[in-house]
């Protein structure tokens, strides 16, 4: 495996394309300047796009035998954020700002497509290369297998940015390392009455405290303590006035899980505690559940495949289980996949004002997807 092609003027390349991702972030299915920009920088590379009926996002493919298909794949969207961070290159979208790292992310898949071009005669098999829009809103991964992208792929890789560990240092771990999540509104239907004369009416503000209570102990009372859960209610709202008892109250927020087991659980507690509290006192609950990703779960072959290939150009250390989610778990219910963290030397943790991406994880990510889509073709065939 080598790094011919690793260049002072490769990675400047790559970090002002990041530079400009990062100056104009885009919302989830908004994604229209990142993706043209994208298309053009891969035909001046003279790597063939791929058909899409999605309306942001790229496809493209390097290589051009019968071997077997290894993927790769980046997010495109940004926060609804204002950045704070008083960067040169700071977003030039009011309100948007690339919070968690994916400009990052598409500036290293952009190297890494660059640096197998260079190998696609020697290549035994194609790699599929996913700029994937819609990751933190919308679900851009169910779109993508949707949109038939993954279709005859053996396997995806990804990875993740890490503001805790230096931009040489690498996580990999087999199995689950992300929590699934599902999440919830609540809607409770009272009858209204003024506020000196509660006796009058079904006061929803009192069961809505009730419920958000009793639904901590789930977690506490109802799921095994060694079991991860957490249960947050983010967003509550009742009544607009003092000497009113409104007729409606509401709630929502969101269950993170490990284990599937646990995840139907929970949901069944969560529904009984809403219901039979609202009976008690005097409402009616409308709930509104939404079941999303499931948990990232690496795949052990292929983490000891990549751990093997990486041994000596990074340090690598046991990624870290975390409750948030990434649909990049869409993939891996289809097909093996792994995805790794890389660190960013920066302590201020995503989706802030002020976070901050370092330039060079921009090249280790193009490294680490070269490495890795040639340590998986060639795995493939051996197996």
Not at 38 to 59: H, Y
């Amino acid at each position: 495996m080598t790094h011919t092609f690793v260049t002072d003027k490769l990675e400047k390349q790559l970090i002002s394309y990041r530079h400009w991702f990062h100056e104009y972030p885009e919302l989830a299915t908004q994604e229209f300047k990142t993706t043209k920009k994208i298309k053009e920088i891969l035909q001046s590379w003279n790597i063939r796009l791929l058909p899409t009926a999605l309306p942001t996002g790229v496809f493209a493919e390097i290589g051009t035998g019968s071997g077997p298909i290894v993927a790769l794949r980046a997010d495109l969207d940004g926060l609804p954020l204002q950045e704070a961070t008083g960067l040169t290159f700071s977003s030039k979208h009011p309100h948007v700002m690339h919070a968690c790292g994916h400009d990052t992310h598409i500036a290293a898949l952009l190297g890494g497509a660059f640096l197998l071009k260079q190998q696609e005669s020697r290549l035994p098999g194609r790699v599929r290369l996913i700029f994937q829009p819609a990751e933190e809103d919308k679900e851009g991964a169910l779109q993508v297998i949707a949109d038939g992208q993954i279709n005859g792929v053996s396997s995806i890789i990804g990875f993740h940015n890490n503001p805790n560990y230096s931009t040489t240092e690498f996580g990999i771990r087999a199995g689950v390392v992300s929590g699934a999540i599902d999440k919830f509104k609540v809607l409770l239907h009272g009858v209204g009455t003024h506020a000196s004369a509660p006796q009058n009416g079904s006061d929803p503000i009192v069961a809505l405290g009730a419920q958000i209570n009793a639904l901590q102990t789930i977690s506490s009372r109802n799921t095994d303590p060694f079991a991860a859960v957490v249960l947050s209610i983010t967003h509550v709202a009742a009544g607009n006035t003092w000497n009113i008892l409104p007729a409606e109250s509401f709630f929502e927020g969101t269950v993170r899980t490990a284990d599937p087991v646990v995840r139907t659980q929970v949901k069944k507690r969560f529904f009984e505690i809403v219901k039979y509290t609202a009976k008690a006192y005097g409402v009616t609950a409308e709930i509104d559940w939404y079941a999303g990703d499931p948990s990232v779960n690496n795949d052990p072959h292929l983490v000891s495949v990549l751990a093997k290939a990486l041994n000596n150009s990074a340090t690598i250390y046991p990624q870290e289980k975390r409750l948030g989610s990434d649909d990049f778990a869409c993939y891996q219910a289809k097909i093996p996949g792994v995805y790794i963290n890389i660190g960013n030397n920066e302590k201020i943790s995503a989706h802030n004002s002020q976070f901050l991406a370092d330039d060079k994880i921009v090249l280790q990510g193009a490294i680490f997807f070269e490495k890795a889509a040639l340590s998986v073709l060639a795995d493939s065939q051996q197996s």
